[in-house]
């Protein structure tokens, strides 16, 4: 049975950092591209970003590029997203999720809040 | 950058069928995935490639896409498909995901 669980997420200031982790069981994580999405309180789902399975292309969305990184350690099937100058509105939960460009399997989110 | 469009909400009475839209630009000449989101849950992949279903979705969902929009349909809708439903795209010239606003379905 495939499994994500996302840790890390919780109170931040603004302009702060935090990392997040995503551990994979289940499936060969290392064969798999992988993503985050975030959905910020009552809104919509929105992409923030994608790796390759060898952790060799990303992709990240405008809104934060050059502040968010995603990673990856396929030895110990985790994902990352690292996630400098944080703003109030990076309030979210965070999801990852597998697939190249679908979203085939989603972890159960972990929430950032980002506020002084 | 690409942009889906959907109506904010659609509602049906149980037994009948429901079909939300997701328009765009050309958007016949994209794949188009969905999701279904239950109050509280994580998304769960319902509709990928326009009309392929994954393992476990009941054929009461199907998908098409034409033109300028995509329709997620539900048939027989059951209380349980009461959720909110999000349509996407890869953007390949952008290398972007896209996500519609989401629709809110409301089973009467």
């Known amino acids: 049975e495939v499994q994500l669980v996302e840790s890390g997420g919780g109170l931040v200031q603004p302009g702060g950092s935090l990392r997040l982790a995503c551990a994979a069981s289940?499936?060969?994580?290392?064969?798999?591209?992988m993503h985050w999405v975030r959905q910020a309180p009552g809104k919509g789902l929105m992409w923030v970003s994608r790796?390759?399975?060898?952790?060799?292309?990303?992709s990240s969305a405008d809104s934060v590029k050059g502040r968010f990184t995603i990673s990856r350690d396929n030895a110990n099937n985790t994902l990352y997203l690292q996630m400098n100058s944080l703003k109030a509105e990076d309030t979210a939960v965070y999801y990852c999720a597998t697939g190249y460009d679908f979203l085939d399997q989603w972890g159960q989110g972990t929430l950032v809040t980002v506020s002084s | 950058s690409y942009v889906l469009t959907q109506p904010p909400s659609v509602s049906v009475a149980p037994g009948k069928t429901a079909r939300i839209t997701c328009g765009g630009n050309n958007i016949g000449s994209e794949s188009v995935h969905w999701y279904q989101q239950r109050p509280g849950q994580a998304p769960v992949l319902v509709i990928y490639y326009d009309s392929d279903r994954p393992s476990g979705i009941p054929e009461r969902f199907s998908g098409s896409n034409s033109g300028i929009t995509a329709t997620l349909t539900i048939s027989r809708v059951e209380a349980g498909d009461e959720a909110d439903y999000f349509c996407?795209?890869?953007?390949?010239?952008?290398?972007?995901?896209?996500f519609g606003g989401g629709t809110k379905l409301t089973v009467l």
């Open positions: 289940g499936f060969t994580f290392r064969s798999y591209w």
């Open positions: 996407q795209v890869w953007d390949s010239s952008s290398d972007r995901g896209v």
């Open positions: 790796i390759s399975n060898d952790g060799s292309s990303t």
